[in-house]
């Protein structure tokens, strides 16, 4: 996510803050400043939203540490406003590791709640005369302030676990249904069952907490996505990318002038162009370099071309190729035999041409 400072890395996952998240203290400041507060409940409250990130980052920490058990990777756990978010490099398909990686972020608040709860005497507070309490809990003690960092702990377990696709609980929904039934199946059940849950937090966030209308925003576009990925990978199985892939390329020389580049692109509908020579791509010219040096008519395709690309076996599975695009390095591939002679390309709307044709075959 654009906008964001690193703190450091923890077991090589770099941890990111958002810029956002500063609104938090400025929402602070202005809260207690309105309800009459002092310098002193001004760093309470700050303190006790930087100790209660810290809480998030360990919950994001307990995902990322169960995934790499199962050899998924995170690049990074990026600190929002409204929570924590740990970039997986995928979700695992195999229904129990999903529902170990899902339930490993609750779980840590369990455990931190759990010490909270016989470090500060919980009961005792919870058994006092409701007036007691309150005026117990005005005061700016560190008792207060474990009192109400158990209190929150407690609160993101029961929050996360709600079964809201893409959030925990939504995760350990889809991983227990598809447990009975094929993934698909299940996380369309679980994505239908997000959404609903969305409509109901944006309902509630319009009257009580603005904060719940972005996360309503989140799981409802979430759930879209992933459900949508999910459908469209399962259409992919079982075929190899040589059956989507584009074979009537125009294969562009070293040598080539840029001119003949730009004529080509307003001739045909062909946007990225591989360079090759001797039936080997030596390179790829994306539909953004050309357009970026479309002055240079003289110069040379060799000039610009890009040297550092991926290219994809046309016996690879057609879904590494959207894994691919996903990465995000590239959306265009070069398509190689398995004696890494040049056969053609593929790109997204390739991919998607092929799944939109498959999806007309099903139903
Ligand atoms: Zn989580």
Request: glycine share 8%; hydrophobic share 50%; no cysteine.
């Given at each position: 996510m654009?906008?964001?400072?690193?703190?450091?890395?923890?077991?090589?996952?770099?941890?990111?803050?958002h810029w956002t998240f500063l609104l938090i203290f400025v929402w602070v400041v202005f809260i207690e400043l309105e309800q009459g507060g002092t310098l002193s409940s001004i760093l309470f409250n700050a303190a006790f939203i930087l100790v209660i990130f810290t809480c998030v980052v360990l919950h994001e920490l307990g995902h990322a540490l169960m995934a790499k058990r199962f050899g998924v990777s995170t690049k990074k756990i990026t600190l929002l406003p409204i929570g924590g978010v740990a970039s997986l490099e995928k979700i695992p398909e195999e229904p129990y590791q999903e529902f170990l990686v899902a339930i490993a972020g609750p779980l840590v608040n369990v455990v931190i709640a759990l010490l909270l709860f016989f470090l500060v005497p919980v009961q005792s507070v919870l058994q006092l005369p409701l007036v007691e309490m309150l005026e117990e809990l005005n005061e700016l003690s560190v008792s207060n302030f474990l009192f109400y960092l158990f209190l929150a702990n407690a609160g993101l377990v029961v929050f996360n676990?709600?079964?809201?696709?893409?959030?925990?609980?939504?995760?350990?929904?889809?991983?227990?249904?598809?447990?009975?039934?094929?993934?698909?199946?299940?996380?369309?059940?679980?994505?239908?069952?997000?959404?609903?849950?969305?409509?109901?937090?944006?309902?509630?966030?319009?009257?009580?907490?603005?904060?719940?209308?972005?996360?309503?925003?989140?799981?409802?576009?979430?759930?879209?996505?992933?459900?949508?990925?999910?459908?469209?990978t399962a259409l992919l199985k079982g075929h190899k990318v040589r059956e989507a892939m584009l074979t009537n390329i125009t294969r562009l020389h070293p040598e080539d002038s840029m001119q003949k580049v730009r004529d080509l692109l307003l001739?045909?509908?062909?946007?990225?162009?591989?360079?090759?020579?001797?039936?080997?791509?030596?390179?790829?010219?994306?539909?953004?370099?050309?357009?970026?040096?479309?002055?240079?008519?003289?110069?040379?395709?060799?000039?610009?071309?890009?040297?550092?690309?991926?290219?994809?076996?046309?016996?690879?599975?057609?879904?590494?190729?959207?894994?691919?695009?996903?990465?995000?390095?590239?959306?265009?591939?070069?398509?190689?035999?398995?004696?890494?002679?040049?056969?053609?390309?593929?790109?997204?709307?390739?991919?998607?041409?092929?799944?939109?044709?498959?999806?007309?075959?099903?139903?």
């Open positions: 654009k906008g964001s400072v690193s703190l450091g890395k923890v077991s090589e996952i770099d941890i990111k803050i676990m709600i079964p809201a696709f893409p959030m925990d609980g939504g995760r350990v929904l889809r991983a227990v249904l598809a447990m009975y039934t094929d993934r698909v199946k299940a996380t369309s059940i679980a994505a239908a069952i997000g959404q609903f849950i969305a409509m109901i937090f944006l309902l509630l966030g319009l009257f009580v907490n603005i904060f719940l209308v972005f996360i309503a925003l989140f799981v409802f576009i979430g759930a879209y996505g992933e459900n949508k990925m999910v459908q469209h001739s045909g509908t062909e946007k990225d162009f591989v360079v090759s020579a001797n039936g080997k791509a030596l390179g790829i010219l994306s539909h953004e370099n050309i357009l970026n040096n479309s002055g240079k008519k003289n110069a040379l395709v060799r000039d610009f071309m890009d040297t550092e690309f991926k290219t994809i076996s046309s016996q690879a599975p057609l879904k590494d190729v959207l894994r691919l695009v996903e990465s995000g390095k590239s959306h265009f591939y070069p398509v190689t035999s398995p004696d890494g002679m040049l056969e053609g390309a593929i790109d997204m709307t390739n991919l998607n041409e092929f799944i939109v044709l498959q999806s007309h075959l099903e139903f």
